[in-house]
């Protein structure tokens, strides 16, 4: 299915990145998470971009055929959202309406809030704005021992994990966030071994969402690029924290939607605390709130046509 899109190599904030790109129109940029792709929006880039829109849909820095710099720091969220900011100048556009799933859900968010002048619009999968805390996120997830947010700090030891046999560690993630997994447990607690994918299923078979065609592609590209930048994200919420003391502190004004799934892990990463119950606390003009039945935390590959139909009404109330 990869065939079907026209891939760009584009340059923005001193590296590039490949990005697909579809129609004419408004700009909208689909920004996917981990551990994704430009391929992640795949049902998503052809309808939004016949409904009048011209959409990219970028590999951020460290995936697939973008630039993969070595250091730490390079993942930090003001080098993120400069990459998002520059892909807008290099389509010779003023603004854009930004669309993340995952990490790049903050990624959107935060450049809306700390870049409004750059933004039309935002919709976020599956992560809600939140609020900058009393404690940076590190802290928290120490405090409330979020495993996986913690195995993922030590540079090389999840690496190594996932990139030993890449398409069976992407097909337990993939399943174990999925809202057809009987169990998010894994991501809390991980496996008495210590490491993550143990305390994961490896479906006998795959749900019909992603083809083995689709997750092919997947593999190919994490074969050839390795986890060490996309786990790199993941090392810089401290550093975020310090360094952006105004992250989470300035409400999202511009219209916003937030879509996710009901079986998603994200939801319950607070303790006894729904962190779907009330999305609209820090955004201004929150526009629609859509909860879709039984998908995961792969929204808009589990779901397509839901997701496709709440961007839809989202992007008609824009005008």
């Known amino acids: 299915m990869h065939d079907q899109f026209k891939l760009q190599s584009?340059?923005?904030?001193?590296?590039?990145?490949?990005?697909?790109?579809?129609?004419?129109?408004?700009?909208?940029?689909?920004?996917?998470?981990?551990?994704?792709?430009?391929?992640?929006?795949?049902?998503?880039?052809?309808?939004?971009?016949?409904?009048?829109?011209?959409?990219?849909?970028?590999?951020?820095?460290?995936?697939?055929?973008s630039d993969k710099p070595e250091a730490v720091e390079a993942y930090d969220?003001?080098?993120?959202?400069?990459?998002?900011?520059g892909l807008i100048d290099a389509f010779g556009e003023e603004k854009a309406i930004l669309v993340g799933h995952d990490w790049g859900a903050p990624i959107v968010w935060n450049t809306a809030a700390l870049h409004p002048n750059r933004v039309t619009a935002v919709a976020g999968l599956s992560v809600p704005y939140r609020k900058r805390g009393r404690i940076s996120p590190m802290a928290f997830w120490r405090k409330v021992n979020l495993f996986y947010q913690l195995y993922f700090q030590d540079e090389g030891v999840a690496e190594a994990e996932l990139e030993a046999d890449v398409r069976t560690s992407l097909r337990k993630i993939y399943y174990a966030a999925s809202g057809d997994s009987p169990s998010a447990d894994g991501w809390f607690n991980g496996s008495a071994a210590g490491g993550l994918l143990d305390a994961f299923v490896d479906p006998d078979a795959f749900p019909d969402w992603m083809t083995e065609v689709d997750l092919d592609y997947f593999v190919s590209n994490f074969e050839a690029s390795g986890f060490r930048g996309p786990i790199n994200r993941y090392r810089n919420q401290e550093r975020d924290f310090q360094m952006l003391p105004d992250m989470g502190v300035r409400p999202v004004s511009q219209p916003?939607?937030?879509?996710?799934?009901?079986?998603?892990?994200?939801?319950?990463?607070?303790?006894?605390?729904?962190?779907?119950?009330?999305?609209?606390?820090?955004?201004?003009?929150?526009?629609?709130?859509?909860?879709?039945?039984?998908?995961?935390?792969?929204?808009?590959?589990?779901?397509?046509?839901?997701?496709?139909?709440?961007?839809?009404?989202?992007?008609?109330?824009?005008?």
């Open 10 to 65: 584009i340059e923005t904030n001193g590296i590039r990145l490949r990005a697909a790109v579809e129609g004419e129109g408004p700009l909208v940029m689909m920004v996917h998470g981990w551990p994704e792709l430009w391929y992640s929006w795949r049902h998503q880039i052809k309808p939004v971009a016949n409904a009048g829109y011209r959409v990219v849909a970028p590999d951020m820095r460290g995936y697939g055929g």
């Open 77 to 85: 969220m003001a080098s993120l959202m400069a990459d998002v900011v």
């Open 256 to 319: 916003s939607c937030f879509i996710a799934g009901s079986k998603d892990f994200v939801r319950m990463f607070i303790p006894r605390f729904d962190s779907y119950e009330d999305v609209s606390s820090h955004c201004a003009d929150l526009r629609n709130k859509t909860i879709i039945e039984g998908a995961g935390h792969w929204v808009q590959q589990e779901a397509p046509a839901a997701v496709n139909a709440a961007l839809a009404t989202f992007l008609a109330s824009i005008g």
